[in-house]
Structures are given as structure tokens and as C-alpha cells.
């Protein structure tokens, strides 16, 4: 089984500041990374996702996380945040050669203020 | 393409009635998910068709849920009867087989009072 921490559930950052939201997980088999997005009043979007590869992996809109398989960790990264930023992110695990079924951590509120 | 539509948007009963859900996931998706998240908790996995079939239930809390997913297409979800425990938002999401990372609807927003 697996399951997912977000240690932080609310982060409040200004604008232009970097912003570091934490993911750690556990499983007993090797698993792929998410990161979702919920914006106020939507549904659920895909931010980034490590399968495999290189293990820092980006968004189109600046973020970043990095997969560190030794701290079991994927914290999500961005240098410079913005108003259009707030919203509500989930860290997320399956299992590979698993139903694809996500595990989801409890979320991290980020706000943005000016 | 189309997204994940997912209606209605919002749903108020009275503990005792019976709701149904529906999800149309995006057309040639054989993957369909339901997701729940009760208020303050983590989103939670309900079950997973591949088209028709049910391919895991294991997070179905109870004989009060019913899923179905008619043809392979469109999918339902009823809960009867509603009790207050089951208020929060549920999710589907759907993507071809073997995408991981798919896409989700808007979600309804259940309240049983």
C-alpha cells in the first residue's frame, strides 16, 4: 500500500517570493509521482508527473519537482510565484504496474498575496 | 477534445433520499475513475472501470454505493440511501489504458442534510 504526507496544508507567500510545497510518500514498490492542481471553483488538473527518466521534471507554467528516491520525496518548486498561483495542490502516487489507481496526499493550500 | 463533464455541479438531499451522479469521461477513454473527498481529508479512490467493467472496487465504502458504466461510455454513480457521511465532492476522471496522470472533471459537490 502507499500513502502520501503533504506536511504543510496551508503555505502563504508574496508575490515574486519562491515557494517549496513539500511531498513525501511510502510504498513498498516503486511508484510514479504527480502533482495536481485545483484552482478555486475547478476541477482537477495534472501539473507534472514523474514516470521515469530524468528526475527533475517541469511545467509549462514554472513549476518544477525533483523525485529524490533516497528521501522518498517529490517537493514541488518555484522560483517566483504569482497572484494566479493560489489555488489548492495535491501530491499524488501509483504504483507502477499497479490498477493506476493514485494514492493522494491531503493538499496544500498555496495563497498568494500582493 | 471535450474534458470530463461531470453533472450536476451541486446536490442537496435529505439524509434518506437517493442521488445519482453521472461522468461522461473524454470519448475513446477505456479508463474511468470515481473519486471522492469528504471535507478536510485526502481525495479517496471509489473504483475503476475498464470500459464496462469493473476493475477495482476496493474503495466503494458500502452497499449503499452503486456504480455503473452503460456501454462503456457514460458512468453513474448512486448512493441510496444518502447518509450525512457521504457530503463532499466527488471526482471522475477518466484516460487511455496505460496513460497514468489522467484527466478529471469538475466534480459534484454533495450535500446530504
Known amino acids: 500500500a502507499q500513502s502520501v504526507t503533504q506536511l504543510d496544508s496551508q503555505v502563504p507567500v508574496f508575490e515574486e517570493a519562491p515557494v517549496e510545497l513539500r511531498c513525501n510518500y511510502s510504498?513498498?514498490?516503486?511508484?510514479?509521482l504527480f502533482w495536481y492542481v485545483q484552482y478555486p471553483n475547478q476541477g482537477l488538473q495534472l501539473l507534472l508527473k514523474y514516470l521515469s527518466g530524468s528526475t527533475l521534471v517541469e511545467s509549462i507554467n514554472g513549476f518544477e519537482a525533483e523525485f529524490n528516491k533516497s528521501q522518498t520525496s517529490f517537493h514541488l518548486r518555484k522560483p517566483s510565484v504569482h497572484i494566479s498561483d493560489t489555488a489548492e495542490y495535491f501530491c499524488?502516487?501509483?504504483?507502477?504496474?499497479?490498477?493506476?489507481?493514485?494514492?493522494f496526499g491531503k493538499g496544500t493550500k498555496l495563497t498568494v498575496n500582493p | 477534445e471535450a474534458g470530463v463533464t461531470q453533472f450536476p455541479s451541486h446536490s442537496v438531499i435529505e439524509k434518506g433520499q437517493t442521488v445519482t451522479l453521472r461522468c461522461d469521461p473524454i470519448s475513446g477513454h477505456d479508463n474511468l475513475y470515481w473519486y471522492r473527498r469528504v471535507m478536510g481529508k485526502e481525495i479517496k479512490f471509489l473504483l475503476h472501470?475498464?470500459?464496462?467493467?469493473?476493475?477495482?472496487e476496493s474503495g466503494m465504502p458500502n452497499n449503499r454505493f452503486l456504480a455503473e458504466r452503460t456501454g462503456g461510455t457514460y458512468s453513474t454513480l448512486k448512493v441510496q440511501p444518502a447518509e450525512l457521511e457521504d457530503s463532499g465532492v466527488y471526482f471522475c476522471?477518466?484516460?487511455?489504458?496505460?496513460?497514468?496522470?489522467?484527466?478529471f472533471g469538475s466534480g459534484t459537490r454533495l450535500t446530504v442534510v
Open positions: 510504498s513498498s514498490v516503486s511508484v510514479y
Open positions: 472501470f475498464v470500459k464496462e467493467s469493473k476493475q477495482d
Open positions: 499524488a502516487v501509483a504504483a507502477k504496474g499497479g490498477s493506476e489507481k493514485l494514492v
Open positions: 476522471a477518466s484516460s487511455h489504458r496505460g496513460n497514468y496522470g489522467y484527466t
